[in-house]
């Protein structure tokens, strides 16, 4: 009976461990990893270059006095592309304001002189057109204002000075492809033959990203995905949404001085499921990531995925380790 009791009080501890320790209250395992946690992403290319001079130094197309945002309200339409273009600022005895334009407006279409009308999504359609209209046109522009259409035509006037720099956001996707991207400065867009807001910067990529594997590299512009162009970083997010597992996209890739196009997968395939086993010795399955090892009944057990693994020794004592670093999210 003593000898009962000392076993008794020495298991005690091991049991104590085992059940703090994940053995009853423990929690499944994670399979994903936190955000970022793979991402590498290059400092020296986050901020946007320092190149107000030749900024300065580019064409300046006309001016409009409009100044065109997103028109997107809520976070559901940020993963789509926005139907119009919200006018978020009129500039003071400008053009826009004697075609009677306002604050708040959304511009759905415009045309020059008598050629086609184009749809407006992004502020960068908008710029490209105050690029390439000619002096003496008239832009015929279809707008909405609190649900109600309206036309207008603006005369644009020759700019005299270079339109105020663009913000250099930061964006990141992780669930199909694994990149970081910032807009394209106006001189970067300007090389990569872009009009301003074009483009984007890939900054950051996933260690297991697609798009490293078929070539992409830091400081590449991003100025085509499947034959479309990139208006934006978030034109470029709202693609990468509406592509499917497995697809296969063609990346328009401009690497100073050279364009180029990569093919590259979306996203990576899950492994086939695989099992060995040696009745009442070993057994062994990997399935979906998870991996599940067995000796002698479970006498010895792990079960690991690729963030996470919990170990446990004689049925009862098990421990869990893994990756719990998070990287600092991109501001």
């Not at 483009?199 to 070539?215: D, Y």
């Not at 079960?303 to 098990?318: E, G, Y």
């Given at each position: 009976m003593i000898g009962l009791t000392r076993i008794a009080w020495l298991m005690l501890p091991l049991m104590i461990i085992s059940f703090s320790g994940c053995g009853v209250f423990r929690s499944e395992l994670p399979t994903k990893a936190a955000p970022l946690e793979n991402m590498e992403v290059s400092r020296t290319r986050l901020a946007m270059p320092r190149d107000e001079s030749e900024r300065q130094a580019l064409p300046l197309g006309v001016f409009t006095g409009v100044e065109p945002g997103d028109s997107r309200q809520t976070l559901e339409d940020q993963l789509t592309a926005p139907e119009g273009i919200l006018?978020?600022?009129?500039?003071?005895?400008?053009?826009?304001?004697?075609?009677?334009?306002?604050?708040?407006?959304?511009?759905?279409?415009?045309a020059i002189n008598e050629e086609a009308p184009v749809s407006l999504q992004w502020p960068s359609d908008w710029y490209r057109l105050e690029q390439t209209a000619p002096l003496d046109c008239s832009i015929h522009v279809l707008f909405d204002r609190a649900g109600r259409d309206g036309e207008a035509d603006i005369k644009p006037v020759k700019r005299l000075a270079p339109p105020r720099r663009l913000n250099g956001d930061t964006f990141r996707e992780e669930a199909?492809?694994?990149?970081?991207?910032?807009?394209?400065?106006?001189?970067?867009?300007?090389?990569?033959r872009l009009t301003r807001?074009?483009?984007?910067?890939?900054?950051?990529?996933?260690?297991?990203?697609?798009?490293?594997?078929?070539?992409?590299?830091?400081?590449?512009?991003?100025?085509h995905i499947n034959g479309q162009p990139i208006k934006n970083p978030q034109a470029l997010l709202a693609m990468i949404n509406d592509l499917q597992k497995d697809d296969v996209i063609s990346i328009g890739v401009f690497?100073?001085?050279?364009?180029?196009?990569?093919?590259s997968s979306v996203?990576?395939?899950?492994?086939?499921?695989?099992?060995?086993?040696?009745?009442?010795?070993?057994?062994?399955?990997?399935?979906?990531?998870?991996?599940?090892?067995?000796?002698?009944?479970?006498?010895?057990?792990?079960?690991?995925?690729?963030?996470?693994?919990?170990?446990?020794?004689?049925?009862?004592?098990?421990?869990?380790?893994?990756?719990?670093?998070?990287?600092?999210?991109?501001?």
């Open positions: 006018v978020v600022r009129i500039v003071e005895n400008s053009p826009a304001v004697g075609a009677g334009l306002q604050e708040g407006d959304i511009l759905i279409e415009a199909k492809v694994g990149v970081v991207v910032r807009h394209a400065s106006e001189v970067e867009a300007h090389s990569a807001g074009e483009g984007c910067v890939i900054v950051g990529l996933a260690r297991t990203s697609p798009w490293r594997r078929a070539g992409v590299v830091f400081g590449d512009i991003i100025t690497r100073d001085p050279t364009h180029m196009t990569l093919m996203s990576k395939r899950q492994k086939q499921t695989s099992d060995f086993k040696i009745p009442l010795i070993y057994s062994y399955e990997n399935s979906r990531g998870i991996k599940k090892t067995s000796v002698l009944l479970g006498l010895y057990r792990v079960r690991k995925t690729a963030v996470a693994s919990r170990t446990t020794l004689l049925w009862f004592i098990s421990f869990t380790t893994g990756d719990s670093t998070r990287l600092e999210e991109i501001k």
